[in-house]
């Protein structure tokens, strides 16, 4: 019985030791064909990047690098400004790749971010959109990359407005001969599925921009899109005759102005203290 008992003790260890040795190889494999899909890569083959990529993950499941390097050689081989379906079809197999990624790294954020640009290079805005709200949305991620996705809904809810209320037939500037000063006026888009469009915008832009301010108090582009969609809100209330309501929406611009400019003057500040201390010689 003893005997037996050390004969499948043996065989064990022969087995781990086997499938450890294969796995030690197949690392080493593994990293070998990364450094032949880094040189391809360098030398502009991404397609035989991609492949190395590729064999290095069947190689190395487990491989960290191995799933970045196929979204980049991927990414690579995607042509920007070319709508032709099959290159459309690489930008969306390099998305692909890059949720993969974040699925197991999900603070990777040259995978978020390059996802974001090939959602935006394709003209995909509804998912762009969808992809940088849950992202603003996740209660996992940090604060300040919470604020940073806000911020950039907030931009394009302003963009929105911003286009509807500059249009020549709504805007109107006018010189007074007296002072050589110009007074700018607004009046209604003649479509009013326009003017509803702007407010829309607008009251999600605001609340998109004080949810940035939220998570990031300090965040100097949180507080410049507030101001400029406070502004959007103004020239929406002349449009629509509330002289009122316009009036209490300049008194808001004007405190998120200055603190805007506040933020600004303090970052300002901070880089020029930052660089002037790189500039320094180190002492001793």
């Known amino acids: 019985m003893k005997l037996s008992q050390t004969r499948v003790a043996i065989a064990l260890a022969i ?8 796995s030690l190889v197949n690392r080493i494999r593994a990293k070998n064909q990364l450094n ?20 290095a993950a069947e190689l190395d499941p487990n491989s960290k690098t191995a799933p970045l390097f196929i979204a980049r050689t991927i990414h690579a081989q995607y042509r920007p400004g070319v709508q032709a379906p099959e290159n459309l079809k690489l930008a969306q197999q390099a998305i692909d790749a890059y949720q993969a990624l974040l699925e197991k790294d999900p603070k990777n954020e040259e995978a978020y971010k390059a996802a974001a640009y090939l959602y935006g290079a394709i003209k995909e805005e509804d998912k762009l959109r969808k992809w940088i709200s849950d992202r603003a949305a996740n209660d996992q991620a940090e604060p300040e990359k919470r604020a940073e996705a806000y911020v950039v809904l907030a931009s394009k809810d302003w963009d929105c407005s911003f286009k509807i209320t500059e249009q020549p037939a709504v805007k109107t500037t006018q010189i007074d001969p007296a002072s050589n000063k110009a007074t700018v006026s607004y009046k209604k888009p003649k479509e009013q599925k326009e003017f509803d469009q702007a407010q ?37 209330a002349e449009m629509d005759g509330k002289t009122d ?6 008194k808001d611009y004007e405190a998120a102005l200055k603190r805007t400019t506040e933020l600004s003057v303090a970052n300002q500040k901070r880089k020029e203290e ?8 180190p002492k001793g």
């Not at 880094?38 to 991609?50: I, Q």
């Not at 998109?208 to 101001?227: M, R």
């Not at 930052?274 to 010689?281: C, L, T, V």
């Open 15 to 22: 087995l781990v030791v086997s499938t450890s040795g294969c």
């Open 274 to 281: 930052a660089e002037k201390a790189a500039a320094s010689p």
């Open 200 to 236: 829309m915008c607008v009251k999600q832009g605001l609340s998109e921009a004080e949810n940035a301010i939220h998570f990031d108090p300090n965040n100097e582009s949180a507080w410049s899109y507030k101001t400029n969609l406070l502004l959007e809100a103004s020239k929406l």
């Open 36 to 55: 032949e899909a880094a040189r391809a890569y360098h030398e502009g083959h991404f397609e035989e990047a991609e492949q190395y990529s590729r064999r």
């Open 245 to 250: 309501q316009k009036t209490q929406l300049q």
